[in-house]
């Protein structure tokens, strides 16, 4: 099918404006900009089991067609990447959920939502632009920093249990010398030993096109926030959907836990010297699908225009990843300046030695 299929992307409207509903991470209600009428969230998450039924019926992801959404508030086509679910109309700017995109096995189990507003997340950042030194006087631009994004990523949250199992050969070596002769005995023991390990909240990003370095760099988040998901939510924000299954993490999970079974099993061997060998196998995998808020921030990189700056900060801690230029000038003058100064003590001394 290379069809193109029209849908709507729905907008949560005010019901005393008819303005739009934003998700107000301070206040943790849905608000409206216009006229500042303030809603709990159970009338919105009604609304949005009623409007998930309307969409269910389009066979949205075949891969080959497109999905054009119409904005509610202007009617505009709202274009998206396949993985995109919530986004701002570009033309009237009103937030728009996509909807059909987060059904049946795409439905995450829940959400973390915001609790940094974006007032709060661009002081935090310009905090810690400033707390560093040598950063170019660009990244102290307001402007640029107030482009940053509220975006939710999915996330698997994953518990599993490992079996580990140890068995090989222990040896303890005794020497006893007589007048005639030093004698020496080894025993060998065959051991074997066994456990199971549980693990809890092993962290996963289930998007493809997820930069690992930055995502990994803003944990943890704080679970015991979580809520079942509503659409709702994502209102006023970005959101994206996962692209890979769990199947897909499996590997590396399995890896991940499978390095503390040997440590743990081998802790406490009473013997001289061992030859061990360990297995562990992976047993009742289950993951959560949770989308995590998160600020991004982009800035041009003027040296190389395909290689932009990124910066993620954890939409409920403030935890900021990303790298910072160096500003070589200003560098160079404080060295300089470092320099000069070391050169006039190593004059006085000169002076006082001589
Ligand atoms: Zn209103
Ligand atoms: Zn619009």
Redesign the pocket.
């Known amino acids: 099918m290379n069809g193109v299929t029209y849908m709507a992307g729905i907008t949560y409207k ?8 934003t998700f107000d991470p301070e206040a943790q209600l849905w608000k ?6 303030e809603f709990e969230e159970s009338g919105l998450t009604e609304k949005d089991e009623a409007s998930a039924q309307k969409a269910a019926q389009p066979a949205a992801d075949d891969g080959h067609s497109q999905l054009v959404y119409h904005c509610p508030s202007c009617g505009s086509e709202i274009m998206t990447d396949e993985t995109t679910v919530a986004t701002q109309c570009y033309y009237c700017h009103s937030p728009v959920v996509l909807q059909g995109k987060l059904t049946d096995e795409w439905l995450p189990d829940s959400v973390i939502p915001f609790t940094i507003s974006k007032e709060q997340a661009v002081e935090t950042f310009m905090n810690w632009v400033k707390s560093k030194k040598y950063v170019p006087k660009a990244f102290f631009n307001q402007a640029q920093i107030e482009s940053m994004q509220g975006v939710y990523y999915p996330h698997f949250v994953t518990e599993c249990e490992v079996e580990g199992q140890l068995s090989g050969e222990g040896r303890t070596v005794g020497v006893t010398e007589t007048t005639r002769e030093i004698i020496t005995t080894t025993n060998h023991y065959h051991v074997v030993r066994g456990g199971r390990l549980r693990f809890k909240n092993i962290m996963r990003p289930a998007l493809t096109k997820a930069n690992r370095k930055l995502s990994d760099g803003i944990h943890p988040f704080p679970l015991n926030q979580a809520k079942p998901f509503a659409n709702a939510y994502l209102s006023g924000f970005l959101a994206e959907r996962r692209d890979i299954d769990e199947s897909a993490i499996r590997p590396e999970i399995e890896q991940e836990v499978g390095q503390y079974v040997r440590p743990l099993l081998e802790t406490d061997m009473p013997y001289q010297s061992t030859s061990l060998q360990t297995s562990a196998s992976l047993k009742g995998m289950k993951s959560q699908y949770v989308l995590l808020p998160t600020w991004v921030l982009t800035y041009p990189n003027k040296k190389d225009p395909q290689d932009p700056y990124y910066y993620a900060m954890n939409g409920c801690t403030g935890e900021i990843c990303g790298k910072l230029p160096i500003d070589i000038s200003r560098l160079r003058r404080t060295s300089l300046i470092i320099f000069a100064a070391v050169f006039a003590i190593g004059c006085i001394l000169s002076y006082f030695m001589f």
């Open positions: 005010c019901p005393s404006c008819g303005g739009y509903l409206c900009p216009f006229c500042d009428s």
